[in-house]
């Protein structure tokens, strides 16, 4: 029988432990104080960064014992069939609307990377892992690796994406004059993936199911692209 | 008679328990990736997970009732499930510098775009859809 030694385990609880706590903590002082900076997903990483330099501890020694945390987004994402199915009536009779919103959506995503990219003269494996950072994580990894980017390196942007895009989403919604809860959905959903979908359940449960699938469709769209189109083009 | 009554019983226990939904869909997660690993298909696990739990909800063999304690909890708390990847900066050093200050820029810009574009197009054809369906100009 394996048992894994105690070296191994202490440090897995120890920093699920803080990775927990600092979460909770974070969502606690994000209640208290509602800002931007406040946001769980930005104050949480920030200070465990802060632990882990102060502990030397690297990023393979932190997610070996933390990996299963990631690993639950799977399940979230399969819930996301809750709220799918309850807005099914909304989803069926605006589904052309959203599919060409998605493209549309995704198209500038990709070339607006790419352009500013070349601009301020990123590398290549730079520029290739940027492009797929509108996806959530499980998808825009795939995509990475398919088109030649650094799966790892998206991961980092897709975050990055995710906390600042929820931020941006929140001021975008303000200043744009959107009438209906789909445009309000999908601009969360397309821009900032799983964080924008987490803060389009704070506006309503309406705006979330439709962030929710926005989300989930343009990874599926993507990664059937990137799987298919070099065989086509080929 | 008897049996029938449990099978009520547990049903009622199932649908008010969070933890239970959750192991459900913690199972379906891993048919999931049976399916996937099975029939090679080109998706995440996850995603085949989801088509199952909407295929079974859609057909009524499963009611939403029955998931959507569990459901809440996972998208309630899907920040938490970031939160580890987001360490993977602790590797690259590099991303600290000028280079990425450029790339935090690329991404904002990008981003900002990628919304107004996408809400824009949605909200004109919305528009175009609400005011060809009701015959009614819209007011602003």
């Not at chain 1, 605006?94 to 990123?122: C, D, N």
């Not at chain 1, 790892?152 to 989403?169: N, Q, R």
């Not at chain 1, 975008?172 to 959903?189: D, M």
Request: glycine share 8%.
């Amino acid at each position: 029988m394996y048992l894994p030694s105690i070296d191994v385990v202490l440090p897995a609880l120890a920093w699920s432990a803080v990775t927990i706590a600092l979460y909770f903590a974070g969502k606690m002082v994000h209640r208290r104080f509602p800002r931007w900076w406040s946001s769980p997903l930005l104050l949480a990483p920030l200070l465990l960064v802060v632990v882990a330099l102060a502990f030397r501890v690297t990023y393979g020694e932190y997610i070996r014992g933390t990996h299963w945390l990631v690993a639950l987004l799977a399940p979230a994402t399969v819930s996301f069939a809750v709220p799918i199915f309850e807005q099914w009536p909304l989803i069926r009779r605006y589904w052309l609307l959203l599919v060409v919103g998605m493209l549309v959506g995704s198209a500038t995503s990709m070339l607006s990377s790419w352009g500013l990219a070349t601009l301020f003269g990123l590398d290549d494996s730079v520029r290739l892992s940027l492009l797929p950072r509108s996806l959530s994580t499980p998808f825009a990894m795939i995509v990475s690796g398919d088109i030649g980017g650094t799966p790892a390196l998206t991961a980092v942007f897709v975050v990055i994406t995710g906390v600042f895009g929820a931020i941006i989403g929140e001021m975008v919604l303000t200043i744009l004059p959107l009438r209906s809860s789909l445009a309000r959905g999908a601009l969360l959903g397309m821009g900032a993936h799983g964080a924008g979908t987490a803060k389009a359940y704070q506006i309503d449960r309406e705006v979330g199911a439709i962030a929710g699938l926005v989300m989930v469709l343009v990874g599926v769209l993507n990664v059937l692209a990137a799987s298919l189109l070099p065989n086509i083009l080929k | 008679m008897n049996r029938y009554r449990t099978v009520a019983t547990w049903r009622r226990h199932f649908r008010a328990s969070a933890v239970l939904q959750i192991l459900l869909l913690l199972a379906l997660w891993q048919v999931g990736e049976l399916v996937v690993r099975l029939t090679r298909l080109p998706l995440p696990g996850a995603i085949a997970g989801l088509f199952i739990l909407l295929a079974l909800l859609g057909t009524k063999r499963l009611s939403v009732c029955s998931v959507r304690r569990g459901a809440s909890w996972f998208l309630a708390e899907m920040l938490l499930f970031f939160v580890p990847a987001v360490m993977a900066v602790l590797d690259h050093p590099e991303l600290f510098g000028l280079q990425g200050v450029k790339i935090l820029l690329v991404i904002l810009t990008s981003t900002c775009l990628v919304m107004i574009v996408t809400a824009g197009v949605i909200d004109a054809f919305y528009r175009i859809k609400v005011s060809g369906e009701d015959h009614v100009p819209a007011i602003d």
